[in-house]
């Protein structure tokens, strides 16, 4: 029985940035060489970064993707790895994207895996299941393969496969078992939502035991705009048995030896039904390893760790990618603007952290008190700008009163923010939680003003559940809690009038996100989530308040996404709406 030594490269890669990514690859492939490896797989779209969204349309990237390619494998066999068989993404085409009436229905832009090898691209395969739900669109981009690739090396029969290709029974996975295949690798851009990785072990293995084959699965990580990706790269056994899984939110390199069954001389090719099999060859490669290697298997973490990881990773990746150099935000002494604050210190270190409270005549001191205090503790910069000569400045010149005052408080420290972004260079983040986006309760232009926000998929109900845990994660490892226990422990305030809660306007956090979930995540109607037990007057208000703040939440900046449905990507609803869910009232 053969032995073949796998690498799973779960590494970073930044979308239209050809020539890193590739350096990338050539990287990590000699680190697998080093490492014995005798197969090395990178993630899906690895050369291009995922997703390229509407950059498929754009002939001269395609092009440039495909020339990225061949010059890849030239310049792995120039660093003297050309034995070495190294998969990866990228983007293909064999005709014109699907824009017009004169596209060929089955030609057209491919979600693409090459096989490099021996300073040339020694096999191709296209994508078969192509998703088109959530956050991604697929259908609308790609054209999808029809030909199951397996490669012969080691004396080994290993099957090429793409992402969604192992989230659908049938398709490549049941070819590959009528294809006697003896090993099946899975390349991914798998984005992050909170307990998929708790989703990805059963299905790696429901996959494998259809295959009767061991599965090979590699996912990228880090941030890309909304989406992050978590890596959680594992080997699985034929029978679903887990032999190796690397950690989350880290780039690594996975090392695990399989012992396969040798390659069937009179396995079958040609037509199986609903994909073809296409066989070749792939020789020399770097001979078995002596002495054999385990990849392990990384502990996992509570869910509060795993979302705090993908906030920071998130956050880290966009202000990297994008070339900013710091960022700065309203810092109230508030829950929200205190996690956004630590998030940002774990992100990017507190010497590229500007927090800048912002105190008005309604702002109570202990909210000053907490700012300064989470300042002290994170070492971020802090600065007080005072806003109410300004207000007044306006208010003199202008009559307004009530409701239209609060959020004039609000556009005013908007305004400071952006000014300093544009004097200094920062990106300004905004600290409002999906609760409140969801239903409307922040200051179009006002708190809501930013170009990120960490908090935009977490609930209110989870930002004090992080604090909470990030102070215990402080305490556990020695170190100063961020954030002060007051900013936790006090009533949630807007703090524009005096004595203003939240509650005044909203009902409590706990029953509202409840509503939130059922409704936003879960497309309940209002009979179900009546029928849940939740009050019917207070459903009714949560879900006009929804319903009425659509047009805010599309001038919303980007956030991370942690949870089944985000706003953005994955929530997507008309803003000229009249419908509405019926109601007894």
């Known amino acids: 029985m053969p032995t073949l030594r796998l690498a799973l490269a779960q590494v970073n890669p930044t979308v239209g940035d050809l020539s890193g990514n590739a350096a990338a690859v050539r990287e990590w492939s000699r680190a697998a060489a080093d490492s014995g490896a005798q197969l090395v797989a990178f993630p899906e779209m690895m050369l291009t970064g995922y997703p390229v969204e509407d950059l498929v349309f754009r002939e001269s990237f395609v092009a440039a993707s495909v020339a990225a390619l061949e010059r890849l494998a030239a310049d792995l066999a120039a660093d003297g790895l050309g034995d070495l068989p190294v998969v990866v993404g990228y983007l293909d085409a064999d005709g014109a994207a699907r824009i017009s009436a004169e596209a060929e229905p089955d030609r057209g832009p491919r979600d693409a895996l090459a096989l490099l090898h021996g300073g040339r691209v020694a096999a191709r395969y296209y994508k078969h299941h192509l998703p088109n739900y959530g956050v991604f669109d697929e259908d609308r981009y790609f054209v999808p393969g029809d030909v199951l690739t397996v490669v012969r090396l080691a004396g080994v029969d290993v099957a090429l496969t793409v992402c969604e290709d192992i989230w659908q029974a049938g398709g490549p996975f049941a070819i590959a078992r009528d294809a006697r295949v003896g090993l099946v690798v899975n390349i991914n851009g798998s984005p992050y939502e909170l307990d998929k990785d708790d989703v990805r072990l059963p299905l790696v293995a429901r996959r494998a035991r259809e295959a009767g084959a061991p599965v090979a699965y590699v996912n990228m990580v880090g941030g890309q705009d909304e989406l992050v990706f978590d890596g959680d790269s594992m080997v699985v056994a034929a029978d679903g048995t887990l032999l190796s899984r690397a950690p989350q939110f880290a780039e690594h390199l996975l090392i695990h030896d399989l012992d396969l069954p040798a390659a069937d001389p009179d396995a079958p090719e040609g037509d199986l039904g609903e994909m073809r099999v296409r066989r070749l060859v792939v020789e020399p490669v770097p001979p078995a390893p002596a002495t054999p290697v385990e990849g392990g298997v990384a502990e996992r973490v509570t869910d509060e760790a795993e979302v705090w990881q993908a906030l920071v990773l998130g956050l880290r990746d966009y202000v990297r990618k994008n070339g900013f150099r710091s960022v700065v ?50 070492g971020l910069d802090y600065r007080i700008e005072p806003i109410q000569p300004m207000v007044d400045a306006f208010l003199a010149n202008m009559s307004l009163s009530g409701l239209a005052v609060e959020n004039l408080q609000a556009r005013v420290r908007g305004v400071i923010l952006m000014a300093l972004s544009n004097q200094e260079g920062h990106l300004v983040l905004t600290t409002g939680n999906k609760s409140e986006l969801a239903v409307g309760y922040s200051t179009l232009y006002g708190d809501s003003v930013g170009g990120f926000n960490p908090l935009k998929d977490v609930p209110k109900t989870m930002v004090w559940t992080l604090a909470r845990w990030r102070n215990d994660e402080a305490e556990r490892r020695g170190t100063e809690p961020p954030i002060p226990e007051s900013a936790i422990s006090k009533p949630p305030s807007a703090e524009l009038r005096p004595g203003q809660l939240d509650s005044d306007s909203l009902p409590d956090y706990t029953a509202l996100d409840a509503i939130l979930i059922g409704y936003v995540d879960g497309d309940k109607g209002r009979d179900d989530l009546v029928a849940e037990g939740h009050d019917p007057a207070v459903v009714d208000k949560v879900l006009r308040m929804v319903d009425m703040a659509e047009y805010k939440r599309r001038q919303s900046a980007p956030g991370t996404k942690i949870s089944i449905k985000a706003f953005g990507r994955d929530r997507r609803l008309p803003i000229t709406n009249r419908w509405r869910e019926p109601s007894d009232r």
């Open 329 to 378: 935000l309203g810092l109230s002494g508030g829950i929200d603007s205190s996690v956004v604050a630590a998030i940002a210190v774990d992100a990017l270190g507190p010497e590229r952290v500007a927090g800048v409270s912002m105190p008005s005549q309604h702002s109570s001191e202990h909210s000053r008190d907490d700012a300064a205090d989470l300042a002290k503790r994170t």
